[in-house]
T-cell receptor, first 113, second 113 residues
Framework: DQQVKQNSPSLSVQEGRISILNCDYTNSMFDYFLWYKKYPAEGPTFLISISSIKDKNEDGRFTVFLNKSAKHLSLHIVPSQPGDSAVYFCAASGEAGSYQLTFGKGTKLSVIP | NAGVTQTPKFQVLKTGQSMTLQCAQDMNHNSMYWYRQDPGMGLRLIYYSASEGTTDKGEVPNGYNVSRLNKREFSLRLESAAPSQTSVYFC????????????FGSGTQLSVL
């Protein structure tokens, strides 16, 4: 049973526009969420995170929104750049101090120049 | 400024052969992890080591063993490789719990024939 779901395998966006990547989760015990970006032939790199006590976290062009009642989070990239083309993974942590992350299957973002 | 270094980058094994994947980090991190990524899947945790001298099973530990050799090094061993273990393997490290960001190596592409 998939506890972290990224229902869009791929997304194409024009350069300069907003990219919105979505993630849903089923486990109400998750309380910390992270986004990782992965380029081909490289390991994932941390992008941004959010605690369940917040509903928004912003870092430059990247903003993550958390809707706990809907068990939904989204990553907004504004403006999108060609270098943002990558696979984005949503991940969730079960409890404070947990060593285990549950990852979604990823969404491949293509930013078209 | 190496970060997390994995060796080898590529490996082909025959069913039943054994091998060890090596991982080292130079960031003085306490925690280290082994993940596997299969096509169309998110990353799944195989084993982790919260601190030097400790190891714990993750989501998919069967068929694997690990050794936390010292604070820097964490190896993953396949005693008798099976085709189901064909995957990309990522080592990662973090200062502590995964609510902090993980730093990943570049991965090992393993094929078991």
């Amino acid at each position: 049973d998939q506890q972290v779901k990224q229902n869009s395998p791929s997304l194409s966006v024009q350069e300069g526009r907003i990219s919105i990547l979505n993630c849903d989760y089923t486990n109400s015990m998750f309380d910390y969420f992270l986004w990782y970006k992965k380029y081909p032939a490289e390991g994932p790199t941390f992008l941004i995170s959010i605690s369940s006590i917040k509903d928004k976290n912003e870092d430059g062009r990247f903003t993550v929104f958390l809707n706990k009642s809907a068990k939904h989070l989204s990553l907004h990239i504004v403006p999108s750049q060609p270098g943002d083309s990558a696979v984005y993974f949503c991940a969730a942590s079960g409890e404070a101090g947990s060593y285990q992350l549950t990852f979604g299957k990823g969404t491949k973002l293509s930013v078209i120049p | 400024n190496a970060g997390v270094t994995q060796t080898p980058k590529f490996q082909v094994l025959k069913t039943g052969q054994s091998m060890t994947l090596q991982c080292a980090q130079d960031m003085n991190h306490n925690s280290m992890y082994w993940y596997r990524q299969d096509p169309g899947m998110g990353l799944r945790l195989i084993y982790y080591s919260a601190s030097e001298g400790t190891t714990d099973k993750g989501e998919v530990p069967n068929g694997y063993n690990v050794s936390r050799l010292n604070k820097r090094e964490f190896s993953l061993r396949l005693e008798s490789a099976a085709p189901s273990q064909t995957s990309v393997y990522f080592c990662a490290s973090s200062e502590g719990v995964v609510s902090e960001k993980l730093f990943f190596g570049s991965g090992t592409q393993l094929s078991v024939l």
